[in-house]
C-alpha cells in the first residue's frame, strides 16, 4: 500500500465524469488499498479516484459517529438518490465541509439531510447504504466527486468568489497541483 498525491482543484480528472469499473481486477484492488492509505493519512473522512489521479467511479469513506462507532467502506461504480434539500441558507456552524482536493478550507453548504447510495464492493457484492445527518453530507460530496463536481462548484456566489481568490493566491485552479499526506502540511 501506498500514499498517493492528493490532486487540488484545476486537475482535468478532478473536472470530468469518472468512467464506470468493468471489473474488479487486482489493480482496482491495490488502487483502493492505496486510497484507504491516503484517506487515513489525510486525514479525510471520504476518498474518491480522481482525487488520486484516477479517472473510475469509486470511492471510500470512514467516519466515526459522537458515539464513537465506526463506519468504513469503498463503493464501486455507486448511485445515489437523495431528498429534497430544504429550503434556506446553510448553518455555518453546522452545515461546512472541506475537501482534500482544495486543501485547508471549510465552506458552509447545503446537502440533503438523507440519501440511499447503491453500488458493489470489492467482492462484486452488492452494496445498499441509506444513511442520514453527516454520513449523508459524505456520499454526496464523494459521488459529486465522480461527476466531475467540486463542492466549491455548488457554493452560492459570494464564497465561490472567495474559493477563485484562494486558488489564485496558492497557485491552484490549472493543471499539475497536488500534495502527499504525511509530506505536504495542508489542513482539509
Sequence with gaps: ??????????????????????????????????????????????????QV????????????????????????NPELWQRPLEPGAPDPDDESEGCLSFPGERFALRRSNEVLVTGTDLEGAPVEIRVSGWRARIMQHEFDHLDGILYIDRLDDSDWKTTQKIARKRGWGKPGASWLPGVDELDA
Design 1 to 50: 500500500m501506498a500514499v498517493l498525491p492528493i490532486r487540488i482543484m484545476g486537475e482535468p480528472v478532478l473536472h470530468s465524469i469518472a468512467a464506470p469499473v468493468d471489473e474488479v481486477t487486482d489493480e482496482v484492488r491495490n488502487l483502493v488499498a492505496d486510497m484507504f492509505e491516503t484517506m487515513d493519512a489525510a486525514p479525510g473522512v471520504g476518498l474518491a479516484a480522481p
Design 53 to 76: 489521479g484516477v479517472g473510475l467511479r469509486i470511492f471510500t469513506y470512514n467516519y466515526e459517529d459522537d458515539e464513537g462507532a465506526p463506519w468504513r467502506g469503498v463503493i464501486i
